[in-house]
């Protein structure tokens, strides 16, 4: 009797290792597959909204320069897209070290006179690097 009471106990002890073992390695679980980097298209895009001035206007051409102002009143600059940092410069004169999401670019800007701001532009659809969007009826409306 004694025999199977210690079989027993042995049996219980080895069934209870073996349910409650920590796996040698963990089962693999692959991981998200990386998503492509969010890149935004400035080239030959209008921005509007504050820097210094409020309604402020930017255009950044496809070859890395922009200009600042209305037509007659032009300042001109470069710019660097990284990613969705976007570093630009107005006449050597002002730096903006910004950001885009969707259609806002925002973040710090200072000149050389010790001013700073807190850039906010807005996309400009309604408007081309050369003015106004020209307003065309849709086909079939007139």
Known sequence: MRRFLLLGLAWVALHAAVVHAIPAR????PQDPPRPPV????????????????????????????TYGEVGGISPG??????????????????????ILGDVIQGEGW?????????????????????????VAPPGLK
Do not use: H
């Open 26 to 29: 963990l089962p693999f679980v």
């Open 39 to 66: 890149v935004a298209v400035l080239a030959n895009t209008v921005w509007r909204g504050m820097l210094y001035d409020p309604n402020s206007r930017i255009v950044f051409k496809g070859d890395g320069t922009l």
């Open 78 to 99: 470069t710019w660097r897209l990284e990613g969705s940092k976007l570093y630009f410069q107005i006449n050597n004169y002002s730096e903006y070290e910004t950001f």
């Open 111 to 135: 000149n050389k006179a010790g001013q700073r701001c807190k850039p906010l532009l807005r996309r400009a659809y309604d408007e081309t690097p050369d003015g106004p969007r020209p307003n």
